[in-house]
Every structure is written in C-alpha cells, then in structure tokens.
C-alpha cells in the first residue's frame, strides 16, 4: 500500500547548518531546505555560555519532521489495512489513533 503525501509545509528533506555572524545576527542552528533558499525554516540560537547540545538536539529533533510525519502517516495507513482486513491485532488499533492524533496536530489540525 502506498500513497503519496500531499503536505503544507515545506517540503523535505531538510538540513541542518550552524552560522554565525555576519551571516545571521547570532550563532546557532538553521533548519533549510537547501543551500538556494535565503529563508530558514527554523533558526535555533546558541544557548548562553556557549553549550548548544540541547539546542543541537532540539534542531535535529526539527529537521527530521517530514521524515517523522510521513513515516507516522504510513504506518498508520498500513495499519488501519491490516486491521480493516483482520490480518492486524485490535492491539494496533489504539496505537493508530495515537498515530493519528500525533499527525494532525503536527499537521496543525485538532490543535
């Protein structure tokens, strides 16, 4: 079962780059989509003190959101075939609406 994601967001992949001035007004992370758009997507500042793993994290944690949001999307299709067609548990049913509800809000939607 396959399907095609008809997304909102910028589509991904997207890529992480640390900058610093004069390229921005502070240091830190950039989520873009790629080198040609001048426009970030999210830009993470270093934390004060010059510690940025959390902050590195978080920006990873941003970057992967369309790969998250599609593969959630997925499974949730293959699951809901699976349990439609008796071939899946009952057990995946509250997973899926879990699934579900993790999507539309990442979609903006139920928020």
Do not use: C
């Not at 910028?10 to 921005?24: H, R, S, Y």
């Not at 941003?62 to 949001?69: K, M, S």
Request: glycine share 8%; no cysteine; aromatic share 6%.
């Amino acid at each position: 079962m396959t399907t095609e994601l008809k997304v909102k967001h910028t589509p991904g992949p997207w890529k992480l780059v640390w900058q610093e001035p004069p390229i921005v007004s502070y240091a830190g992370w950039t989520v873009k989509q790629d080198d040609k758009i001048q426009f970030p997507i999210a830009n993470i500042p270093q934390t004060l003190g010059g510690t940025h793993s959390p902050q590195k994290a978080n920006a990873a944690l941003i970057v992967t959101a369309p790969d998250l949001l599609e593969a959630g999307i997925s499974l949730a299709l293959e699951a809901r075939h699976l349990i439609k067609t008796k071939h899946g548990g009952e057990f995946l049913l509250e997973r899926v609406k879990k699934m579900e509800a993790a999507i539309a809000r990442a979609e903006g939607k139920n928020v």
